[in-house]
């Protein structure tokens, strides 16, 4: 057989410290770096500049090897991002995209199918524990889907969650498979510990935890959320919806969100804003001792309890000394809650500086059946307050129960006819008499204002309950005789006489009460 050979064409090679300056076209390869560069020829031969230019090969991680990107800003006026605008910072594109970490990245589908569970928390925990300088410390994004899950999602320390928004991004319990899952959030300390174990030697315990714009969805009847041992955490924007379909009443103690904590790793500083909570037996339970947890513009619907604290905090055991201090609930609306929307029990412990104030209560204590049979707030232990908080129930039955003080807004104004004569029902503007539970509510105090043509009157009614009887007591001061006479009847509606001066008489008012 006859036997062609053709010459190799050889090019430079070796290593790419050794790498001479190339000719124009001339091409050399460095065999240590696996690298390819070609000679860009010298000035006089039109090259912009000596030297080698470097030819992209398999090897080559492209958006590295990219220094294109340079932040612009508006295209007319580019925006000047170094020292002047011939010096601007360029970044590589891989850079540039690792500043956003992106759920999916990870594995993550987000189809309401795949099983998501290892992805999600592969992602969580290599982007805060891998990396002890911080610069692995960043947001995960979690794009617009329902990521299913099937165990138990860890909140790392430093965890940052961002999704598309409560009804776009979506976690949600698998169908099967699930039922002994504890919770389908839970804290963790770096080792990835939960509840009792957290807090091992060497590692951090949860803290700085923020999720934003997600919406998480339990189809047990299990916790959904539980905070475990933590201090600083932010939910924004979120939903969290259980599997109480039913108003039926209580079946269990299951909540919504569970905060926890032990006598060593006291939790501390969560706050809830613009989230809503929906269909469970209690919303929030919290019955260790917890400082300093607030919600602010939340929604509570279709639930038997919406706050339901401090239930087994008993003085003795070493997390439950006092209960939750410092709970705040502030501008927040509830609608559709069987029993209290907030109780404060009185087990033993000293739950105290609890704050209710700005919030709005509608179809709240009506049992299931409308009947109205317990208040909307219930504190059994003093030291809590409730001020400026509506409520649509228009009963009889008081919105207050147990040990507590509340101070209403302005209600809205009464005209008392003039020359009345008679022992006359107080009825508002809106068309409801001005009536008290006097069984219950035994301490009141109305700050008023009574206008009678030119005559003013401000003054304070005091009135005292005990439940057979009940007293009342007007202090007050006016420019003139305004010829009004207040009186209270035994069955806790407010009464009036007026003289006759040929003008009615407008009555503005305000209540605080004393309830225990």
Known sequence: MAITQISRI????????QLPQLAAGEIGFAVDTQELFIGNGTLNDGAPETGNTKILTEDDNILSASQTYSFTGNADTPTVTGADSNSNINRTLQAKLDDYANVKDFGAVGDGVTDDTDAINRAIKNLVTVESTGKEKRKLFFPGGVYVVSDIVKLFPHSNLVGDGAKSTIIRQAAVDSSSMTALLRTADSSGETSANIGGAGTVKPQNISVSDMGFTISTDSPLVVLDQVENVVFRNCSFTGA???QSGQTNNNALVEINSTSALVTKRISFQSCSFQNSEYGIKINDDA???????CEFNKMYRAFNLAEFADGSTANRLTGPTGVFVNGCRFDNIDAEAIKIWDFGGSPHGNIVSGCTFRDVGANSDDSADVPALQFDHAENFAYGNYFYRTDVLSNFGGNIYHESPVQNPATLADNTSSNTDITDAGGD???????????LQLDYIVQRGSARRRGDITIIGDGASVYLNDIFQENATT?????????GIMQFTTTNTGDDATFKYRVKRFVG
Not at 10 to 17: A, I, M, T, V
Not at 291 to 297: A, H, R, S, V, Y
């Open 10 to 17: 050889q090019h430079r090679r070796g290593l790419k410290e």
């Open 244 to 246: 109480y379909a039913n």
């Open 291 to 297: 400082e300093d947890i607030g919600f602010l513009m």
């Open 433 to 443: 008499k001005v009536q008290f539970d006097i069984q219950r509510e035994n301490n």
């Open 483 to 491: 010829g009004v006479t207040f009186f209270i009847s035994s069955t």
